[in-house]
């Protein structure tokens, strides 16, 4: 119901969601703005805060919608059920063509993507959540972080000092390619890899014990989470030194700089929309609410239109871009990022018919 739901927590979902869908639809990707794209390797863009925002509300998402429930075979199959749902989501979305043989050949299929990350992540930190409490939650996320940069800093590879560069010697790289071979979305790694699930989960559990800050502390949230947003930016920081923040490793870093900025946000839009109760970002709360529905719909209309041809030389997403956007934008990066704001509006307003409706689509 939405009386019960947060809306902060929906609105930070819903502006994950719309981001993620104007990073990923350029009208081409040959013209964008440098803070639409990833970063080369080290260092972090805005588009980079995207998806660990995301899991840090899925596991806020896990506080509150299991924090009163009683262990029990029930519940942990609901869970299951769940994340299987998610990950065969994203498994279809990467198998699937839009014309006859309707699946690309399975050696082409890439195992691990964001969709694939959410379910086993979700899966992962439901099962934590339920059955350690959050002292023992902060311990496995610090263990978890210190020893992926042990791991991947200090022991060697094949005789070789490891490095955090994209190289062989790069024990991340190294992995996904023993475990996926050629289902990886790179030759030589995979930005939703194998290793890196770990720290990623550490992004969802600092989300469970944010979401805990929310549920127990009654007044002072905003400044509470302020001081622990800045907190961890400045170990972030600090550990950049020594651990690059890197967001296709997702490194130990990047996991408290990108979460840090994620507490800082959600303090602040915490503090007008749920103790002001201003109105403030409420189209963003429509989105939140059918999130995984709104980006697969988004991630799969997309491929559908990029694939399938109007012409010899145009398919339907390169024609629409042409035909309604090149034709009157003479800048080329302007007209591009018009492009995916367009798209980007038309599943805000879906999202909004679905909100108005009473329509939440549980995956």
């Known amino acids: 119901m939405k009386s019960k739901r947060i809306a902060s927590v929906d609105v930070l979902r819903g502006f994950t969601i719309a981001a993620m869908i104007l990073v990923n639809t350029p009208g081409t990707w040959s013209h964008i703005y440098p803070p639409l794209a990833h970063a080369d390797w080290h260092g972090y863009t ?5 998806f660990p925002f995301f899991l840090f509300i ?7 919608a299991y924090k009163n429930k009683i262990k029990s075979g029930e519940v942990y199959k609901k869970i299951a059920i769940r994340s299987l749902k998610i990950i065969g989501l994203g498994l279809f979305l990467g198998w699937f063509l839009p014309y006859i043989p309707f699946f690309k050949p399975f050696s082409e299929l890439r195992f691990p993507g964001v969709l694939q990350r959410i379910g086993v992540v979700f899966f992962i930190v439901a099962m934590l959540n339920l059955n350690v409490n959050w002292k023992a939650l902060l311990g496995i996320g610090i263990t978890i972080l210190i020893g992926y940069w042990l791991f991947m800093g200090f022991v060697p590879l094949n005789g070789e000092a490891p490095t ?10 190294y992995l996904d390619l023993k475990i996926f071979g050629t289902h990886t979305w790179q030759d030589d790694y995979d930005p939703e890899g194998f290793l890196s699930t770990f720290p990623a989960l550490v992004t969802s559990i600092i989300g469970v014990l944010i979401g805990k800050v929310l549920s127990t502390y009654k007044k002072s949230k905003l400044s509470v989470l302020t001081a622990l947003g800045i907190g961890m930016l400045v170990l972030g920081y600090l550990w950049n030194i020594w651990f690059p923040i890197n967001k296709a490793l997702w490194s130990s870093s990047f996991v408290l700089v990108t979460a840090g900025w994620a507490t800082l946000i959600l303090g602040f839009v915490h503090y007008l929309m749920d ?3 201003l109105k403030f970002g409420s189209i963003f709360k429509y989105v939140g609410s059918n999130a995984i529905v709104i980006y697969f719909m988004s991630s799969f209309v997309s491929k559908v239109f990029g694939m399938i041809q109007v012409n010899e030389t145009e398919s339907v997403h390169s024609w629409l871009y042409h035909t309604f956007y090149t034709s009157f934008i003479s800048i080329d990066k302007l007209a591009s990022m018009c492009y995916a704001l367009t798209v980007v509006a038309f599943y805000m307003l879906l999202g909004y018919i679905l909100y108005k409706r009473n329509i939440f689509i549980k995956v």
């Open 46 to 50: 805005p588009t980079d805060l995207v």
């Open 58 to 64: 899925v596991g806020i998402s896990i506080h509150f």
């Open 164 to 173: 955090f560069d994209r190289a062989p010697n790069n024990w991340a790289n």
């Open 275 to 277: 103790e002001k109760q």
